[in-house]
């Protein structure tokens, strides 16, 4: 909400404080300061006298044109200051705002002079845009023209309110009542005493009969609340509603955010702004009684302000008229969020139906984010407006139509109001004391009620009967009140005291290994980062997935962030592919990144969800168990991408490009951390090159895939040539961890040498041939680990050398020759028997 400091000024007074004090009392009472806000406007601004204009053709074919301007007696140059223009719109004798060289206006667009089209400009002449005044840029602003006269020479930054500051607050949605200068005032004299005026405090008629005829035909309310309890319509004739609103009143729309378009709407506009209730004007003359307020039926549309065409939902609440006295059958409003365009202020109208309601907040809530629609009004409404004040905005609203454009109100008042009655709360008044901290006397626990509005009977008993006010629906609960009485009083008031922690689990043991594995994968030279889990439907054929693929089977958001990626991923690696394309983008040429999260994995068969059910009951075990079903399952995976150099050029050498091998070493530096051994075995399996993809698994069970990308899948994705990556089921490679991890004595006696060359089928995994060569050696191996491979002449077609270094050694003696050539012997033949090796001679 932004807050000019002149228009607070009128409802309380602000004690000669700045923008930044103001900001920091009304912090005091909860109200969260965002920024202060200026024109930005700086310099010599003054009003200048036009002269002369001289037009002058140029060979482009634009006509400028060279004024001689008055700027007063201190400002002129010697004499009047010669001005280039290409503005039209003003003649000799208009007083208009003149920036000299010096000023700085907003942008910032510093002025000085300069010479142009043969000329040297010694200033400009400003438009409503250039002033940051509004959006109008089509020619100069003209003083006169916006009610404004006076002698030239004058500082132009104080006639137009240029030098006022706008002070912005953050409401939080308990606190609707201060998305208006009247509640942000009330809460400044809260906050410092200072009396306040309540802008709404206005002498209203009552409400007659033969008023414009209005209905309320709620068949469906949400939760049994009628969707709308209170509506109240005037009528002003004569009024010249599409003319400009003054000039006074178009800043302040502009400082407060809002775009001023005519006076019949600009004045619905400041009454919200000031008031805090919503308002409507309607063009008399396409409105036909009686309005009935219902909600949707299946089919209805309408083509809203925004020039947006809706299909309205069964569930939407509607201002409907009667044309040819069919009763409710067009749609000329969604109730509570934006009007349609075929009742709007055009310059044809005079006549004016003006209308102020209180909607369900629940109601205009449901509507507002059903069509993505968040309008002023449906801020407000679905926050809470005060059930009272519409009688008093509208007669606010009458008084500045007629008083501006002139016209007459109809004497009669419609004024349908159904509101219940406020809630009564008991509430004790030593609570605040007990739930606080703090020692509040009920003096003063009465003095703060009083003082934001409620009605306090204190005669009964320890229990009082304390009434809320109407602007503050929030307050339903004996807590409410404690909170208002702590934040009234003031929250530096309240102790700082630290609670004793109690001692806790800490994290859980999948939670270390988590975090663990992220470290170990960071320490392995790669960068974690954190991407949406949001993708677009043709992700999949980028990735060269095939049609029967079950990673194509996606879960569909119903309400997306963004409409053009509705499907929730089904590997991370689909969604890092945008933060390493947006980082080669900007230059970086050899990184990796990985990220461990969650993916959705749609289950077989698996029910649609229908939701939960409409009202506040809760829902049955079978809509629960139902709901369930539907959830799709949401494993954890791990994943990487590897870009280009995996080691720089340096003194040791030229660069290492990054390799199939390297995402299947980070993939396996990952299991380490759950002591858990990944066997690397070549398949098939996109994104990766059929050629260079590795499976990872324990054992028989699969928990991975790494390896090089494939080159069309590296094309449609736009990233760099050659990159590898790896994805796995972190989830699974947990289930398979090896438990706890007993340590083993370091053996003071030597370690026996054997290095084995075993020539197997090309088809053989290395990791099957050192498994082969671990069991044959049995509980002596210390260590087994492939340190050569050959494929050549020597080997013959199809085949290829393996070559194991062999490490054993026995926990309590030196091994004997015979046992060490047993060990080797048996290895050997372990090979040969599981896979057809033989030892190379």
């Not at 009128?10 to 806000?37: K, N, P, Q, W, Y």
């Not at 706008?166 to 939080?172: A, D, G, H, K």
């Not at 020039?307 to 569930?315: H, I, M, S, V, Y």
């Amino acid at each position: 909400m932004l807050i000019p400091l002149t228009w607070l000024g009128e409802s309380v007074a602000l004690g000669g404080r700045d923008a930044h004090a103001v900001a920091a009392a009304l912090v005091g009472v909860g109200l969260e300061e965002e920024a202060v806000h200026s024109f930005g406007v700086d310099g010599p601004l003054v009003v200048g006298e036009v002269l002369s204009v001289d037009l002058e053709p140029q060979k482009n074919g634009k006509t400028i044109r060279w004024c001689r301007v008055d700027v007063g007696a201190e400002y002129n140059n010697p004499g009047p200051r010669g001005i280039v223009c290409g503005a039209h719109n003003f003649v000799v004798g208009d007083r208009v705002a003149v920036a000299l060289p010096g000023a700085v206006l907003p942008g910032p667009f510093p002025i000085s002079a300069r010479q142009t089209y043969g000329h040297l400009s010694d200033g400009m002449i400003c438009s409503e845009r250039e002033l940051g005044l509004g959006e109008d840029h089509s020619g100069i602003m003209v003083l006169s023209r916006y009610g404004l006269d006076a002698a030239v020479g004058t500082d132009a930054i104080g006639l137009l309110g240029l030098g006022e500051q706008t002070v912005e607050i953050n409401v939080t949605p308990d606190r609707g009542y201060c998305f208006s200068i009247r509640g942000v005032a009330r809460e400044f004299s809260h906050a410092t005493g200072q009396p306040f005026r309540d802008p709404a405090d206005l002498p209203v008629p009552p409400s007659t009969s033969g008023g414009f005829p209005v209905a309320v035909d709620d068949a469906a309310p949400i939760h049994g609340q009628i969707g709308c309890d209170r509506f109240v319509a005037r009528i002003v004739r004569g009024c010249h509603a599409f003319q400009q609103s003054p000039q006074w009143m178009r800043r302040r729309l502009v400082q407060a955010g809002m775009r001023p378009i005519s006076l019949g709407v600009d004045v619905t506009n400041y009454v919200m702004l000031e008031i805090g209730q919503p308002l409507h004007a309607y063009d008399l003359a396409g409105v036909a009684g009686p309005i009935v307020v219902r909600r949707a039926r299946s089919g209805e549309r309408l083509m809203t302000l925004d020039d947006t065409d809706r299909a309205l939902d069964p569930e939407d609440l509607l201002i409907t008229d009667s044309p040819g006295g069919s009763r409710g059958s067009r749609v000329i409003g969604i109730a509570g969020v934006m009007g349609g365009a075929s009742c709007e202020v055009s310059e044809t109208t005079t006549d004016l139906l003006i209308e102020a309601a209180h909607f369900d907040p629940v109601s205009v809530s449901r509507t507002s984010r059903r069509h993505k629609l968040s309008s002023e009004a449906a801020r407000r409404f679905e926050r809470g407006v005060d059930p009272k004040v519409p009688p008093y905005a509208v007669q606010r609203a009458i008084d500045l139509l007629i008083e501006y454009g002139g016209g007459q109100a109809d004497p009669e008042v419609t004024d349908l109001d159904s509101i219940a009655p406020a809630p009564v709360i008991a509430f004790d008044p030593t609570l605040a004391s007990r739930l606080v901290g703090v020692d509040y006397g009920s003096g003063d626990v009465e003095r703060v009620l009083k003082a934001i509005g409620c009605a306090v009977d204190a005669r009964v008993g320890s229990s009082w009967q304390v009434v809320p006010p109407s602007w503050r629906p929030d307050l339903s609960r004996p807590v409410d009140l404690v909170e208002e009485v702590a934040r009234i009083d003031g929250y530096q008031h309240i102790p700082s005291l630290l609670p004793t922690a109690p001692a806790g689990t800490g994290l859980t043991h999948s939670q270390r290994l988590r975090r663990s594995g992220a470290r170990a994968l960071a320490e392995f030279g790669l960068v974690e980062v954190l991407s949406y889990p949001f993708v677009a439907p043709d992700i999949f054929d980028r990735l060269g997935l095939g049609a029967a693929d079950p990673r194509r089977r996606a879960t569909r958001l119903t309400n997306p962030l963004d409409q053009n990626a509705p499907l929730l991923r089904t590997e991370i690696v689909q969604t890092l592919i945008d933060p390493v394309r947006r980082n080669v983008a900007r230059g970086l040429t050899d990184f990796g990144v990985f990220e461990l999260g969650q993916v959705t994995i749609a289950r077989e068969g698996a029910p649609l969800s229908a939701g939960l059910p409409k009202g506040a009951a809760r829902p049955t075990d079978a809509e629960l168990a139902q709901l369930h079903a539907a959830v799709p399952n949401q494993p954890r995976h791990a994943a990487a991408i590897l870009v280009g150099a995996r080691q720089p050029a340096g003194v040791h050498g030229p660069a290492r490009a990054a390799d199939w091998a390297d995402a299947v070493e980070a993939a396996r530096t990952l299991a380490r951390v759950v002591h858990v051994i990944l066997d690397a075995r070549p398949t098939r399996r996109a994104p990766w090159h059929p050629g260079r993809c590795a499976e990872l698994a324990v054992g028989d069970a699969i928990v991975g895939y790494a390896g090089e990308l494939h080159p069309s899948v590296l094309t449609a994705l736009d990233l760099p040539a050659r990159a590898v990556a790896f994805e796995l089921d972190l989830d699974a490679l947990l289930a398979v961890e090896e438990g706890t991890v007993a340590a083993l004595p370091i053996s003071t006696h030597p370690v026996a040498k054997e290095d084995l060359a075993f020539v197997v089928d090309d088809a053989v995994p290395s990791a099957a041939v050192v498994a082969a060569v671990r069991r044959g050696a049995g509980d002596a191996v210390e260590r087994a680990e492939v340190f050569d491979v050959y494929t050549g002449d020597q080997v013959g077609e199809g085949a290829k050398s393996v070559a194991v270094a062999l490490r054993l050694r026995a926990p309590d003696h030196t091994l004997s020759a015979a046992e060490v050539a047993s060990a080797r012997q048996a290895a050997i033949g372990a090979v040969q028997a599981e896979l057809g090796g033989v030892l190379r001679a």
